[in-house]
């Protein structure tokens, strides 16, 4: 079986395919097995790996401190919070 391999490997390496690791412990597994093995684990999607990091605010100081004599300094940065 092994010469098989071997010479089947040698005729399709021009395809870019290479033989498998000889001596491997690998068994053939039926797809039902293998289905049920994969679909009984927990897929956990953790979006903190895909998602990119958020900018940090920057606060501009020049719109906290603006300056409208009618307004109180309290009353001036909660319109500006709010894009007022």
Known sequence: ???LQDSYAAAVAHLGIERGIKF???RH???RQ???AVNSQET???LNLWLPEPEP????LGQL???NPVLTPS???LQNAKGL
Not at 57 to 60: G, R, V
């Open 1 to 3: 079986m092994s010469k």
């Open 24 to 26: 491997s412990p690998a």
């Open 29 to 31: 597994q039926k797809i």
């Open 34 to 36: 293998y289905y049920t």
């Open 44 to 46: 956990v999607l953790d």
């Open 57 to 60: 605010e920057e606060t501009d």
């Open 65 to 67: 401190l603006c300056y």
């Open 75 to 77: 009353t001036r940065c």
